[in-house]
């Protein structure tokens, strides 16, 4: 059974960095993609960035760039979020997701973690 | 960059109606479109992938169609259980459209 198991509950103070993990099993790591969506209360979804655990490469929403870091540590199948310079309008539900781009055997690769809500007030 | 906008951003209808969901690309996604169920509390939940395949075990009542710019989630009977938002997403870039909130009348 696939499962992204996210990280608990943050409380941070404005100007200040958090890190979520996102810890999968089921499949191997490398293969597939890790994305992160951020969702701020009563909105919608926007996504961060990603970053392929076979290499490391990255990529980053324009809007974040600058301020997120995803990596992903091969050792422990957990990808990992980082946001720095936090403010208020970064109070938001955080999810990880992995995708593939298309089917294998029918079956489209595509689950989501739980979600790491993140609240940022001083 | 591809920008995603649905309409309309609320529908009221009752259990058994048929909800007829838009999603309009700024540009062609090349049928990389998918749709998704989000209720609250919870992680949104993939429905429909390019364009009309349904996910693993999504009911029949729910299809997807169009092509270039323009697509159409259908749920064909609403039940009790469909009542959410519902996102589409151009998967290449991962980018989502505002979303549609499907409600009871």
């Known amino acids: 059974e696939v499962q992204l198991v996210q990280s608990g509950t943050e409380v941070k103070k404005p100007g200040a960095t958090v890190k979520i993990s996102c810890k999968v099993s089921?499949?191997?790591?490398?293969?597939?993609?890790i994305h992160w969506v951020q969702q701020a209360p009563g909105k919608g979804l926007e996504w961060m960035g990603l970053v392929d655990p076979e290499d490391g490469d990255t990529l980053y929403a324009e809007k974040f760039q600058g301020r997120v870091t995803i990596t992903a540590d091969t050792s422990t199948d957990t990808a990992y979020m980082e946001l720095s310079s936090l403010r208020s309008g970064d109070t938001a539900v955080y999810y990880c997701?992995?995708?593939?781009?298309?089917?294998?055997?029918?079956?489209?690769?595509?689950?989501w973690g739980q979600g790491t809500l993140v609240t940022v007030s001083s | 960059e591809i920008v995603l906008t649905q309409s309309p951003a609320t529908l009221s209808l009752s259990p058994g109606e048929r909800a007829t969901l838009s999603c309009r690309a700024s540009q062609s996604t090349s049928n990389f479109l998918a749709w998704y169920q989000q209720k609250p509390g919870q992680a949104p939940r993939l429905l429909i992938y390019?364009?009309?395949n349904r996910a693993t075990g999504i009911p029949a009542r729910f299809s997807g169609s169009g092509s270039g710019t323009d697509f159409t989630l259908t749920i064909s009977s609403l039940e009790p259980e469909d009542f959410a938002v519902y996102y589409c997403?151009?998967?290449?870039?991962?980018?989502f459209g505002p979303g549609t909130k499907v409600d009871i009348k």
């Open positions: 997403q151009q998967r290449s870039t991962f980018t």
């Open positions: 089921g499949y191997t790591f490398t293969d597939y993609y």
């Open positions: 997701a992995t995708d593939s781009p298309t089917p294998t055997n029918g079956v489209l690769h595509h689950y």
């Open positions: 390019d364009v009309s």
